[in-house]
Nanobody
Framework: VQLQASGGGLVQAGGSLRLSCVAS????????KGWFRQAPGKEREFVAGIFWSGSSTYYADSAKGRFTISRDNAKNSVNLQMSSLKPEDTAVYYC?????????????????WGQGTQVTVSS
């Protein structure tokens, strides 16, 4: 499975961004997808995840109410709509995929990773 993330950029606090991750590979739509982020000097942290069927989602507390994860299996894509952005959301955002039958929140559980896209929120 190959993952290609895009959509990052510079936005003012309170603004919105939409990240997209396109997956390729024969069975890529069958994988649970997640978004993680890593700020300078910090560990990579879970942001949101969505089950392969789209039937279940899970969010980190920091993302609840502001971010929405969705997927389009016909397009092999998973999106992260981010609104009410804060400067502390500044990080490199990564999409990831796992074959596990759950939505893990620890990065070690994900077998495949995209290259990351930078999100910078100015105050």
């Amino acid at each position: 499975v190959q993952l290609q993330a895009s959509g990052g950029g510079l936005v003012q606090a309170g603004g919105s961004l939409r990240l997209s991750c396109v997956a390729s590979g024969r069975t890529s739509s069958m994988y649970t997808k997640g978004w993680f982020r890593q700020a300078p000097g910090k560990e990579r942290e879970f942001v949101a995840g969505i089950f392969w069927s789209g039937s279940s989602t899970y969010y980190a507390d920091s993302a609840k109410g502001r971010f929405t994860i969705s997927r389009d299996n016909a397009k092999n894509s998973v999106n992260l709509q981010m609104s009410s952005l804060k400067p502390e959301d500044t990080a490199v955002y990564y999409c990831a995929a796992t074959g596990k039958a759950a939505i893990p929140t620890y990065y070690e559980a994900y077998e495949y990773w995209g290259q990351g896209t930078q999100v910078t929120v100015s105050s």
